[in-house]
């Protein structure tokens, strides 16, 4: 048996796509931010991560793909399960980590003085994702597609990647993204900085992914959390202690009956 092989599970089996967060605990040298936080994000969903600033979104979004290992004094404890896989096995390399779990950031960073195509096949390279030179224009028209993009730039794929507008390098980002065929797509706040256009664009990405990769969104916008998400859980970090989840549940639940009252401000504009 190569060490690959639960890897490969992962991509055989779709139940395996379910990613689960079992008592994440996070610290930042002697100040913990996240106390225990279990989560289960399912195959072929969205989960949205929502609560005020500071609760410990981002550090747990960090947690699901071991990005917050890299932060000097960073620690934590808990498993995250990608399947039956624990991410934080000593036997994974990151990067083949990185490959199934891919990350979008607030600000998009596309290479800007990189190619339009050489952005797409850049997480190649990164995570050392063989692909056959003669499949590499299919699989940059494949990604772009999927990220919306591929009409707007099918004329221009030599082109900079910083020559596009703020929303198309955030849809370069996800192509990229999803050129590695990732199992999770973990995105924090991809919205934020882009205008309501591009937003919706982003959105309607996001529902066409849900079928092929399990979704989980960081967002402040509680519409966009309504209209792109399957379930929805709440952190609070209260009064100097760490961030936990309040309430998880069906977005329509969450949003419409609520049950911790703090969810119900939240959500209704109240905090
Ligand atoms: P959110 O994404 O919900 O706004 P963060 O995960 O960014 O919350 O932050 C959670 C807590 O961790 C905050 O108290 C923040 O100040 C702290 N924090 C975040 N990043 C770092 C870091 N690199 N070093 C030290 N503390 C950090
Ligand atoms: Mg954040």
């Known amino acids: 048996m190569t060490i690959t092989q639960p890897f490969d599970a992962v991509e055989a089996e779709n139940d395996a796509a379910t990613l689960e967060a079992r008592a994440v605990s996070a610290w930042f040298g002697d100040h913990k931010v996240l106390d225990r936080v279990s989560l289960t994000m399912p195959a072929q969903s969205v989960t949205a991560l929502i609560g005020p600033s500071g609760c410990g979104k981002s550090t747990f979004l960090r947690t699901l793909n071991r990005m917050h290992?890299?932060?000097?004094?960073?620690?934590?404890?808990?498993?995250?399960?990608?399947?039956?896989v624990?991410?934080?096995?000593?036997?994974?390399k990151l990067t083949e980590v990185r490959r199934h779990i891919g990350m979008v950031f607030q600000k998009p960073n596309p290479f800007p003085a990189m190619s339009i195509y050489d952005n797409v096949t850049?997480?190649?390279?990164?995570t050392g994702t063989k692909v056959r030179r003669d499949e590499r224009d299919d699989l940059v028209q494949e990604c772009l597609t999927r990220a919306g993009l591929w009409r707007e730039v099918r004329d221009r794929l030599r082109q900079p990647g910083g020559a596009l507008s703020g929303g198309q390098q955030q849809r370069l980002c996800i192509a990229r993204s999803l050129a590695v065929r990732p199992t999770v797509l973990l995105m924090d706040e991809p919205c934020s900085a882009l205008d309501p256009t591009s937003t919706r664009r982003i959105e309607e990405t996001i529902a066409d992914l849900t079928s092929e990769v399990t979704i989980v969104i960081v967002t402040h916008n509680m519409q966009q959390a309504q209209r792109v998400s399957d379930q929805c859980a709440f952190f609070l970090a209260e009064e100097g202690t760490p961030g936990a989840i309040v309430e998880h549940g069906d977005t329509s639940q969450v949003f419409d009956s609520p049950v911790d009252s703090r969810t119900a401000d939240y959500v209704h504009g109240r905090f």
């Not at 624990?86 to 994974?92: F, H």
């Not at 850049?122 to 990164?126: D, F, P, R, T, Y």
């Open 69 to 84: 290992e890299l932060i000097p004094g960073a620690s934590l404890a808990g498993e995250v399960l990608l399947g039956e």
């Open 86 to 92: 624990d991410i934080y096995d000593s036997v994974w």
């Open 122 to 126: 850049a997480g190649l390279k990164l």
